[in-house]
């Protein structure tokens, strides 16, 4: 079994910045992607940001050039900078891993709990 473990959720004054990490443990053989997605109250679960194991990034137009994502391979660990933070942005942010748990397995996705991100005055 594999387990995701966000933190680094919290308020935050509009302009501010914050940092969300994510770590994979458990039953990991390759890690193939970790991203982020968010969910507001009355919204989809939008993907805001992904990394892959050769650090090809992708980001959503709602966040690019604001949020940047990054991994620690060694510790199965990413992270996502939020700076410029607006209202908007308010969500419970979630973390995902692909992950392969054995050489030859079939990558499955692993969520975490979420994480509270609140952008107010």
């Known amino acids: 079994q594999v387990r995701i473990v966000e933190s680094g959720g919290g308020l935050v004054q509009p302009g501010g910045s914050l940092r969300l990490s994510c770590v994979a443990s458990g039953s990991i053989f390759n890690i193939y992607s970790m991203g982020w997605y968010r969910q507001a109250p009355g919204k989809q679960r939008e993907l805001i940001a992904r990394?892959?194991?050769?650090?090809?990034?992708y980001y959503a137009d709602s966040v690019k050039g604001r949020f940047t994502i990054s991994r620690d391979n060694t510790k199965n660990t990413v992270f996502l900078q939020m700076n410029s933070l607006k209202p908007e942005d308010t969500a419970v942010y979630l973390c995902y891993a692909d992950v392969a748990s054995q050489r030859g397995w079939v990558p499955t996705d692993y969520w975490g709990q979420g994480t509270q991100v609140t952008v107010s005055s």
């Open positions: 990394i892959t194991s050769d650090d090809s990034t």
